[in-house]
């Protein structure tokens, strides 16, 4: 049985950093790719960045340059790393893995398998 399960959401002040993690049971990490997506209260999911299994990694435009993403595959945890966060990313940001595809050097995740959610929330 496959799990994945996310920690690390909290509330913070604009301007501060915040790790998420993800903790995948039940399959190797190595052999999947990965990502992070939020939802932002009322509206649609959209993804936030994703790694593939070289450990090449995609962000969305409006995270470039805070976010980070990387993974420990001796650990099977992906990690999110989240510098300088805005009130516009107040969600719940989930952990996905499955297999992804690459368009000219822009990696889409395609989900197997979801975590439960964190949530993190930013005060301006």
């Known amino acids: 049985q496959v799990q994945l399960v996310e920690s690390g959401g909290a509330s913070v002040q604009a301007g501060g950093s915040l790790r998420l993690s993800c903790v995948v049971s039940?399959?190797?990490?190595?052999?999947?790719?990965a990502g992070w997506i939020r939802q932002k209260s009322g509206k649609d999911r959209e993804g936030v960045a994703s790694?593939?299994?070289?450990?090449?990694?995609t962000f969305a435009d409006s995270v470039k340059g805070r976010f980070t993403i990387f993974r420990d595959n001796a650990k099977n945890t992906v990690y999110l790393q989240m510098n300088n966060l805005q009130f516009d990313d107040t969600a719940m940001y989930y952990c996905?893995?499955?297999?992804?595809?690459?368009?000219?050097?822009?990696?889409?995740?395609?989900?197997?398998?979801w975590g439960q959610g964190t949530q993190v929330t930013v005060s301006s």
């Open positions: 996905a893995t499955g297999s992804c595809s690459s368009v000219n050097g822009i990696i889409h995740l395609s989900p197997r398998y």
């Open positions: 039940g399959h190797p990490l190595s052999d999947y790719c």
């Open positions: 790694t593939d299994v070289a450990g090449e990694a």
